[in-house]
Nanobody, 114 residues
Framework: VQLQASGGGLVQAGGSLKLSCKAS????????MDWYRQAPGKERELVAS???????NYAESVKGRFSTSRDNARRLLYLQMNMLQPEDTAVYYC?????????WGQGTQVTVSS
């Protein structure tokens, strides 16, 4: 199983970024997918989840600003992040639970300047 996240970068407060995660080695369409983030000195936290039918859930801190989606044909997971704030600065990871374990991508850095 490989998860490759991309799309991070440096953006000013109020800006937007779109993260992508390419999955391989799994039957992507039948797996729920998650986005996590970890800020320096903090625990890794769940940001967004998307089920196999496209149903989504979000952390309270990102509701109304972030949106996750998936393209099953291309095995791609997305996280659209709008109205970014300095507190959104973190390494963002895509994740999947399959074969009785959790797999993580390598992470992509998002830095929001004030």
């Amino acid at each position: 199983v490989q998860l490759q996240a991309s799309g991070g970068g440096l953006v000013q407060a109020g800006g937007s970024l779109k993260l992508s995660c390419k999955a391989s080695g799994i039957n992507f369409a039948i797996n729920a997918m998650d986005w996590y983030r970890q800020a320096p000195g903090k625990e890794r936290e769940l940001v967004a989840s998307i089920g196999t039918s496209g149903n989504t859930n979000y952390a309270e801190s990102v509701k109304g600003r972030f949106s996750t989606s998936r393209d099953n044909a291309r095995r791609l997971l997305y996280l659209q992040m709008n109205m970014l704030q300095p507190e959104d600065t973190a390494v963002y990871y895509c994740s999947v639970v399959t074969r009785q374990r959790t797999y993580w991508g390598q992470g992509t850095q998002v830095t929001v300047s004030s």
